[in-house]
């Protein structure tokens, strides 16, 4: 199968050098703004690989959505299968590209783009074949729970922890996305549209990141048994989708309190099979690569254009139903609440307004 790379970046290198290894795959040609010295071809106008009939596969490596989109778009009309590990591109526009996809016969593959170097999507679409999953939820974001899991073995204020995080290169220079819990939510669109074949919209999905913690939030954790994790949540209810990204505190003894450092850790339940569960490297060249790879070799071996054949529906995402336990802090005062996630959001937002350092956690285990 020979490849059209696009981006020679920290997955675009692990994945040529990986591909190299593989009798079955060739990487012909490279999009590249610069000269690499590579054995393969390079270019810099992306219709050379659009436009070149011995290509199979256009691997997407260059991250952002735009001129992602037109690239993965065009590839997926000149009839080549389509290899991606960019979420931001594949959440906002999931339902044409899969269409796209079953239109042209090809296949579109993004299991990199949630989970990183973990199987967590593919594994996601083998069950929803064969399964009605009920909901999707973990710690989708490598460098949030970097953060966390050293404020709390330290004892060191956040930005101090943000910092370190930056210069080890666990976070970017403008870490918004991460810290904010954007990156997160993004991943849990992309498994909620695949887990309920849906088709969520990420800015209907409350959300709020881990930049207001203290050391103080993790000593009243602490005194508890509780650590802190940033959890993404999307749980089917009827006809609409209750989802949510939220500072969570679990018992140290589970085992999303023991996942530290960059890893992930993601879980489905499932009405036969119950839970299943899959941690590892969230992000890094090899790892994502590893997974870049996966896709390429399963759609050697004759893979469906999707994940899921099921049809994608528009479903609203609706956080009135069912009471949960929440902790809310603001000026320097916890209190334990019971109420839904809209009430529980809505409060935050307000409590927000009069104190810009409040912040809110849910407790998926109650107060124990
Ligand atoms: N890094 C990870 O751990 C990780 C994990 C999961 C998913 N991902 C996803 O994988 C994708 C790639 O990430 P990365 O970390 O490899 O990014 P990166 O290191 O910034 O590499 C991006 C590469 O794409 C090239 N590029 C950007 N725009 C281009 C364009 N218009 N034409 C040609 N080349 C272009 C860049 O070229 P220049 O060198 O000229 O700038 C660079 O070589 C992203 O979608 C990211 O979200 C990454």
Known sequence: MQIGLLGYGTVGKGFYALAAEQPSLTVKTLLTRRPRGLACRETGDFADIARDPDIDVVVELIGGIHPAYEYISAALRAKKHVVTANKAVVCAYYRELVELAFQNGVCLRCTAAAGGGIPWLSSLGRVARMDRITAVEGILNGTTNYILSEMTARNAPYPELLKQAQQLGYAEADPTDDVEGYDARRKLVLSADLAFSALLQEGDIPCVGISRMTVADIAWARERGLVWKLNARAERRGDAVSAFVCPTLFPASTPEGQTNGSANRISL????????????????????????LADCLSIAGGAAPFYSDRPVEPLAVDNREGERTWLFRSYGRYAIRQETAAEAFEAYGAVSESDPTSLLAYLPYGML
């Open 269 to 292: 339940y499932a009405e036969r099979i119950g839970k299943q569960s899959f941690s590892g490297a969230g992000a890094g060249g090899w790892p994502t690569a590893s997974n870049v």
